[in-house]
C-alpha cells in the first residue's frame, strides 16, 4: 500500500513532507507526496495530512545544501514556486537521489531521471517569469513615502525577487503585493524584509500617490511616447517581447 502525503503547496509545506515521508521509514518506493489541492483520490492509499513546520523545512533545505550544492537548492526553491501538481513528488524524488549517491551535486544533471528532468522543467519556468517581474515591476511612491508595487505572475516568484530588491532598495520601505496570490513582500528601511498575506494591505494603495509620483509618473508616459517610431510600430513583436498580461501593472501603459 502507498502511503499520499498532502502537503501545502509552498516550499515550506513541500520541504516538510519531504521530512515526514522520509522519517516515516515506509521506505522511498511505498511513499509519494502530494499537494492538498489535488482532489484526486487513489484506491488502495492511505492518506496522512502534513501540517507546515519551518524547522523541518530549513533542516530539508540545509541539507539539500550541504550534501547537494546550491545549484540543487535553486533548482527545488524555483520548482515549487511554479504551478503544477507533479511538483511535490518531484522534488522529494531528487533528493532521495541526491542524498543516496556518492556525490549528491551530481544529482541534479542526471536528466535520464523523469523527476529530476521535471524539477529541471519547472526550474526554468519559474527562473525566466522571475526575470521578467524583475523588469516590468514598476513601484509608486505613496502619500507616506512607501514605494508599492503589484503584480500578477504565472508562479510564485515573490520570495524569489524580493531579496533582489532589498539590496538594491536598502534604505527604502517598500511593498511588493501580490494580487494573485493576496500575498506581499514587505521590506522596511535599512532592516530586513518578510513575506505576509495581503488582506491588510488591500487598500493600501487607496491612499494614493504622492504628488512627485503623478509628475513623475506623466513625465514616462510622455517620454515613452515620444520615443516611439510610429512608421516603425509593430504590436505582434511588442507583446512576445512584452506579454499583455503585465501591462495592466506598468505605468507607461496605464491611462
Same mark, same amino acid.
Given at each position: 500500500m502507498t502511503t499520499v502525503f498532502l502537503c501545502e503547496d509552498s516550499l515550506d509545506g *513541500?520541504?516538510?513532507?519531504?521530512?515526514?515521508?522520509?522519517?516515516?521509514?515506509?521506505?522511498?518506493?511505498?511513499v509519494k507526496l502530494q499537494l492538498q489541492i489535488d482532489g484526486n483520490i487513489e484506491l488502495f492509499c492511505e492518506y496522512r495530512t502534513v501540517c507546515t513546520d519551518l524547522q523541518k !523545512?530549513?533542516?530539508?533545505? &540545509?541539507?539539500?545544501?550541504?550534501?547537494?550544492? &546550491?545549484?540543487?537548492? %535553486?533548482?527545488?526553491?524555483?520548482?515549487?514556486?511554479?504551478? +503544477?501538481?507533479?511538483?511535490? +513528488?518531484? *522534488?522529494?524524488?531528487?533528493?532521495?537521489?541526491?542524498?543516496?549517491?556518492? +556525490?549528491?551535486?551530481?544529482?541534479?544533471?542526471?536528466?535520464?531521471?523523469?523527476?529530476?528532468?521535471?524539477? %529541471?522543467?519547472?526550474?526554468?519556468?519559474?527562473?525566466?517569469? !522571475?526575470?521578467k517581474m524583475l523588469g516590468f515591476l514598476r513601484f509608486e511612491e505613496l502619500e507616506n513615502g512607501v514605494l508599492y508595487a503589484c503584480m500578477k505572475p504565472l508562479c510564485a516568484v515573490l520570495p524569489l525577487i524580493a531579496p533582489h530588491f532589498a539590496e538594491r532598495f536598502m534604505q527604502e520601505n517598500w511593498i511588493i503585493h501580490d494580487v494573485g496570490r493576496r500575498q506581499a513582500a514587505v521590506h522596511r528601511m535599512g532592516g530586513g524584509w518578510y513575506l505576509t498575506d495581503s488582506y491588510l494591505l488591500e487598500k493600501v494603495n487607496q491612499k494614493g500617490r504622492s504628488g512627485s509620483e503623478e509628475e513623475?509618473? +506623466?513625465?514616462?508616459? *510622455?517620454?515613452? &511616447?515620444?520615443?516611439? *517610431?510610429?512608421?516603425?510600430?509593430?504590436?505582434?513583436?511588442?507583446?512576445?517581447?512584452?506579454?499583455?498580461?503585465?501591462?495592466?501593472?506598468?505605468?507607461?501603459?496605464?491611462?
Amino acid at each position: 500500500m502507498t502511503t499520499v502525503f498532502l502537503c501545502e503547496d509552498s516550499l515550506d509545506g *513541500i520541504l516538510t513532507g519531504v521530512y515526514d515521508a522520509w522519517d516515516s521509514r515506509l521506505g522511498h518506493e511505498c511513499v509519494k507526496l502530494q499537494l492538498q489541492i489535488d482532489g484526486n483520490i487513489e484506491l488502495f492509499c492511505e492518506y496522512r495530512t502534513v501540517c507546515t513546520d519551518l524547522q523541518k !523545512a530549513e533542516k530539508v533545505l &540545509r541539507t539539500v545544501r550541504k550534501r547537494m550544492g &546550491r545549484n540543487a537548492e %535553486e533548482a527545488v526553491c524555483y520548482a515549487a514556486a511554479c504551478t +503544477d501538481d507533479r511538483k511535490a +513528488d518531484a *522534488i522529494y524524488r531528487l533528493i532521495v537521489l541526491g542524498l543516496t549517491m556518492p +556525490d549528491g551535486k551530481k544529482a541534479v544533471h542526471c536528466l535520464q531521471n523523469t523527476s529530476v528532468l521535471l524539477v %529541471e522543467k519547472l526550474r526554468c519556468k519559474s527562473w525566466r517569469e !522571475a526575470e521578467k517581474m524583475l523588469g516590468f515591476l514598476r513601484f509608486e511612491e505613496l502619500e507616506n513615502g512607501v514605494l508599492y508595487a503589484c503584480m500578477k505572475p504565472l508562479c510564485a516568484v515573490l520570495p524569489l525577487i524580493a531579496p533582489h530588491f532589498a539590496e538594491r532598495f536598502m534604505q527604502e520601505n517598500w511593498i511588493i503585493h501580490d494580487v494573485g496570490r493576496r500575498q506581499a513582500a514587505v521590506h522596511r528601511m535599512g532592516g530586513g524584509w518578510y513575506l505576509t498575506d495581503s488582506y491588510l494591505l488591500e487598500k493600501v494603495n487607496q491612499k494614493g500617490r504622492s504628488g512627485s509620483e503623478e509628475e513623475f509618473q +506623466d513625465l514616462w508616459k *510622455i517620454f515613452c &511616447r515620444y520615443i516611439s *517610431i510610429e512608421e516603425r510600430k509593430n504590436p505582434g513583436c511588442q507583446q512576445n517581447l512584452l506579454p499583455l498580461r503585465f501591462r495592466p501593472y506598468m505605468t507607461e501603459f496605464m491611462d
